[in-house]
């Protein structure tokens, strides 16, 4: 699910994405973006080592990687790029089923230009909801805002990894490491005005885990304040390592 730039150092972590036959070998058959931006794609180049995989995304999505020639990298001899409808269940890998669904966002800022709308729905942003066994997980990690429209499709999920970048929607600000608010990002603040802690309390959700979380959001530092009020919330805020099992 999305290739952070990262994404070189969380494979030599998880000893399940580790070669099993050859040196370079991989065991990921299928990646899902679930948009074009930066903290999303960039790992795409580290998964260019000559082991087949399928792309799967919204035309939209894979419309703004088609558009940078830096992912010709990606051989479509080797890479296969599938587009994937909204709302139309596929299976990435036997067994598991996943539905794209729109949500608020915008274009990754990469592509931002005078015509940027916000919070708009359109290809562009997705969520997907995961299904195996019987069980759903709702994975959402880019989301501006929490509409009636979110909430009816997310509930009754035994898990929801949701929108975690910033606490309040001045955060960034506040830290004095950018001038943008949340809401100018494309991200929903996690409290305050509209925020999602209090939009979604009243939605039957089963696991609440907060995912993308930026450097600079205060609930990353263990045993804050502000992490005891997420977690008294009945948050729990992701970390690396964190498994949930669709068994």
């Known amino acids: 699910m999305n290739a952070s730039p990262d994404i070189r ?10 070669p099993r036959a050859g040196l370079r070998h991989s065991p990921i058959h299928a990646v899902l973006l679930t948009n074009g931006d930066v903290d999303h794609v960039a790992g795409l180049l580290t998964l260019r080592e000559g082991q087949p995989f ?10 703004s990687v088609n558009a ?8 479509a001899g ?6 994937i409808a909204l709302d139309r269940a596929f299976e990435p ?14 274009v990754p800022l990469w592509l931002e230009d005078e015509t940027l709308e916000l919070g708009a729905e359109t290809e562009t942003t997705v969520g997907a909801m995961i299904e195996a066994n019987g069980r759903r997980v709702a994975y959402i ?21 949701f929108d975690g970048t910033v606490l309040l929607d001045d955060d960034m600000i506040r830290a004095g490491v ?16 509209g925020g999602s802690v209090a939009a979604l309390a009243d ?21 804050s304040d502000e992490r005891l009020q997420i977690e008294a919330a009945g948050w729990t805020v992701a970390h690396d390592g964190l498994t949930l099992s669709l068994s």
């Open 9 to 18: 150092q969380q494979l030599f972590d998880n000893p399940a994405m580790h």
């Open 54 to 63: 399928t792309l799967y995304g919204t035309s939209g999505i894979l419309d």
């Open 68 to 75: 940078n020639r830096v992912f010709d990298v990606m051989a």
């Open 78 to 83: 080797v890479v296969a790029r599938e587009p």
């Open 93 to 106: 890998v036997p067994g598991l089923r996943v539905t794209l669904f729109s949500v608020p966002g915008k």
């Open 141 to 161: 990690p880019g989301c501006a805002r929490v509409t009636d429209g979110l909430k009816d499709r997310i509930a009754g999920v035994d898990a929801l990894l």
């Open 178 to 193: 950018g001038t943008k608010t949340g809401w100018r990002m494309g991200h929903v603040p996690m409290t305050g005005e």
């Open 203 to 223: 939605v039957a959700i089963g696991r609440r885990v907060f995912v993308h979380i930026n450097n600079t959001n205060p609930v990353l530092v263990e045993g």
